[in-house]
């Protein structure tokens, strides 16, 4: 086979699977955003954009990417530069720091609601300790900031091992040589990290936080099971939309927006954290 010829053969399964899976319903989620029974229209979106939950929905979304996003990756660039350092017993600690990865959306929230819920555990140790005399309804319109933070922790337990994994692959293929050369010029280990770590793991650090933010715009099943209706997102509205009103066309719309949104993120993250031409550390 011609040399030249082979690459295209080669990513030619991948080109079809992604054409079947993904380019065609694209364009037919596109049609549907697009369009009514009279033609090309912008009305889906006027339609969703216009209802009084979509800038809540909207805000929701930003604020709890926001959150928990930073958080994750500076738990995972820790986590990741631990277990880079470790000898025995590195295999078994990233597995157990990886476990979540096994867990389920829908599965995570649940576990959570077990902790925040007025039977679960965090009442149970405030009521053995003596602070509160009755069981508090954290996840209610009377705690807003209480299902925030349940959301946003369930999240964080949840998905910064998806960081963690491609970070500790990415550092594992920075070569020795660089730390150890550091190392005898007096380099601390923090200038170390900052000088050699970070610069070269700048394609990881890419590919973690653009997959991390897609996914952060698309939460759903931790938000229904902790917040409900009390802490309504994008995602939650396209799904209302979809299967409660039977609005498919405006489901379509919204999920176009958070296409358009993740998009915007994801060549904003590229652009940060390009790696110039002709750098060194």
Not at 126 to 155: M, N, R, T, W
Not at 229 to 246: D, I, K, S
Request: charge should be positive.
């Amino acid at each position: 086979m011609n040399p030249r010829i082979l690459p295209y053969v080669l990513i030619l399964p991948v080109t079809l699977f992604l054409c079947l899976f993904f380019l065609y319903p694209f364009v037919l989620v596109s049609k549907q955003a697009f369009s009514t029974g009279a033609g090309f229209t912008l009305e889906n979106f006027q339609d969703v954009t216009s209802h009084w939950k979509f800038p809540i929905s909207f805000k929701n979304t930003l604020l709890l990417a926001a959150a928990v996003v930073p958080v994750q990756l500076a738990l995972a660039l820790l986590m990741a530069t631990m277990v880079n350092g470790m000898g025995r017993g590195r295999d078994l600690v990233l597995y157990v720091w990886t476990i979540p990865l096994g867990i389920s959306d829908l599965a995570a929230g649940i576990i959570w609601l077990a902790i925040f819920e007025q039977s679960g555990f965090l009442n149970s140790m405030l009521s053995g300790l003596g602070v509160i005399d009755k069981p508090v309804s954290f996840l209610s319109y009377q705690h807003p900031g209480v299902v925030f933070l349940a959301i946003a922790l369930a999240e964080i337990w949840r998905a910064t091992a998806i960081m963690l994994v491609i970070l500790v692959a990415g550092i594992g293929l920075i070569p020795k040589e660089y730390y150890e050369a550091a190392e005898v010029f007096g380099a601390s280990p923090w200038k170390r990290f900052w000088r050699i770590t970070l610069p070269l793991l700048r394609p990881s650090l890419q590919t973690a936080l653009v997959l991390r933010v897609i996914l952060a715009f698309e939460i759903f099943a931790v938000v229904a099971a902790l917040g409900g209706t009390l802490f309504p997102v994008l995602m939650g509205e396209t799904y209302a939309y979809q299967f409660e009103l039977l609005n498919g066309g405006a489901a379509a719309a919204i999920a176009l927006i958070i296409l358009a949104i993740s998009i915007g993120f994801t060549l904003l993250i590229l652009r940060i954290l390009r790696v110039p031409k002709g750098a060194s550390i």
